[in-house]
Each structure stands twice: as C-alpha cells, then as structure tokens.
C-alpha cells in the first residue's frame, strides 16, 4: 500500500506539470472504487484552472476555486503522467487532461483508491492528527496521549489520530530505530524513550521521500518510476534474517493483524 513517502513523492512528481492549468477534460473509465466516483466530478473540475496539488495525510487534494478532488491511492493505485497516444491500460479508471498538454491518469488494479470531491474539508479529512512533519507532532504529544493506555505502540503509532501517515513499513523502521518493541504498551513507555521515537519517525520518513518511497509491488511515482528506499529497509519484510546491529536473529509477529518485525535483543 502506498503510505505518505509515496503519496508525497507522486505529489512533488506531478504537481509541476499540472498546476497552473485548466482541466479541458475528465473522464472516468470506471467509477467503482472503494466511493463511487462522484457523478458530477466532470461537472465541478473541467473548465476550471488548478491551483495546487496538497497532500493531507495519504490523500492528495487537488484545489480548485470552487473545491478540491480528494484522491486516495488505496491498496494498489498510482498517478502517472501519460505520453499524448499512450493506449490507455486495463485498470487507468480516470483519466485528467489539460489545457497545456499534460494527461493524468489513475491507475488501481484493487480499486481500493477512491477520488471524491468536496467544496469546502471533506469529513475524511475531519478527524485526522498532524502531519508527522509539522512541528505540531512532537514527543509531548506522543507521552501525553499515550498515558494510561494499554494498546502497544506500534498501531498507537499508526492510529491517524495521533498522528497521520506513519504505515506499517515506516513504524516498523522507525521502532527499530528508536529500539522499541513494537508490542510494549504505550502507556508505559517514558517521555525520554518517545523524544528518541518521534525523532526516528521524522527521519525515516524523511529519507524515504527524499529517496522516492519504497518499492514495494505496486508503487511507482508520477512518472513511473518504482522508489528505492526498500534497499535501506533495516527491519521490515527481514523477519529471520540477521538483525544489522547485533546479528541476533530478527522475529515476527502480528499486531493488529500487520507483521511486525522486531530484534529481541535490540528492541525493549
């Protein structure tokens, strides 16, 4: 599943070539997402000029005057920009073409993704922490929300509640990092321990955009491109294999039905 590295790389790889311009014209191939799409949507965007392409948690908002598309890549979708004569593939379901050329299409083989629209925050994005990112998200906020609370850390962590974007593949990293165990209850892990975490969280993320995202089955960036931050990968997806600090054997196990992947010694 794309998470927010990859949301933001298609982000930085399409906005350049696409805002600015004016939808000439939108069609969609199939409206069965995981949301119908909107049966208006051509109605509400072509004719009108896009003023930015934003990204709030792991969707992306394309702003209009009038209101804003709301895209969510879901299991398997991607964004790519199309070549004029590309024939379009089985799965491109909507397809955005613009005044100065450019062809915009969404892929998603699992029609997971979704592509609503909203004229003013739509109720997907009501609910939602801050951005890991911002300076808003910081270990007070963590060592606050966690206290009392038995749920482990890791789906703490990945709850959109207490902060947004941070997946399965990011957490997992970031808790190797941090040398927490994933399944430690939240509430008992001490301020200075979730400093080191919310820094961990902030650099991985960091990197991985900064790399493209990670490749993992389906991503590719705006242009096609699979991402690369999969071959720094210190712990995910390396269940038994030899744990790159100490050489002990790395262990899985499930939480909130996702692996997780940890070292026994390195992480406490």
Same mark, same amino acid.
């Given at each position: 599943m794309p998470e927010l590295p990859e949301v933001e790389t298609t982000r930085r790889g399409i906005a350049p070539h696409i805002v600015g311009s004016v939808v000439t014209e939108l069609s969609v191939h199939n409206g069965s997402l995981r949301w119908p799409v909107p049966a208006d949507l051509s109605e509400q965007v072509v004719g009108q000029k896009l003023l930015a392409v934003d990204r709030r948690a792991k969707y992306l908002l394309f702003n209009f005057s009038t209101g804003s598309a709301l895209l969510h890549l879901g299991m398997s979708g991607s964004l790519r920009l199309a070549e004029p004569g590309t024939p379009r593939r089985l799965h491109d379901h909507i397809e955005w073409q613009f005044a100065n050329g450019a062809r915009l299409r969404y892929h998603d083989p699992r029609r997971f993704g979704c592509c609503l629209w909203s004229g003013g925050t739509h109720s997907q994005l009501a609910a939602l922490g801050p951005e890991p990112l911002d300076p808003e998200f910081n270990a007070e !906020? =963590?060592?606050? !929300?966690? !206290?009392? %609370?038995? &749920? *482990? &850390?890791?789906? @703490?962590?990945? +709850?959109?509640?207490?902060v947004v974007g941070v997946g399965n593949i990011y957490a997992t990293e970031a808790l190797f990092n941090a040398g927490i165990r994933p399944d430690r209850a939240a509430g008992s892990i001490s301020r200075k321990r979730y400093q080191r975490l919310a820094e961990e969280i902030v650099k991985v993320l960091s990197a991985a955009i900064e790399?493209?995202?990670?490749? =993992?089955? +389906?991503? &590719?960036?705006?242009?096609?491109?699979?991402?690369? @931050? *999969?071959?720094? =990968?210190? *712990?995910?997806? %390396? *269940?038994?294999e030899a744990c790159l600090r100490c050489a002990g054997k790395l262990r899985e196990q499930r939480l909130g039905q996702r692996s997780s992947v940890f070292c026994p010694r390195c992480q406490r």
């Open positions: !906020r =963590l060592w606050h !929300r966690s !206290r009392g %609370r038995k &749920v *482990a &850390v890791k789906p @703490f962590i990945m +709850d959109n509640a207490t790399q493209g995202g990670t490749t =993992l089955r +389906d991503f &590719v960036n705006g242009n096609g491109e699979p991402g690369y @931050f *999969a071959q720094q =990968l210190s *712990a995910y997806g %390396r *269940a038994g």
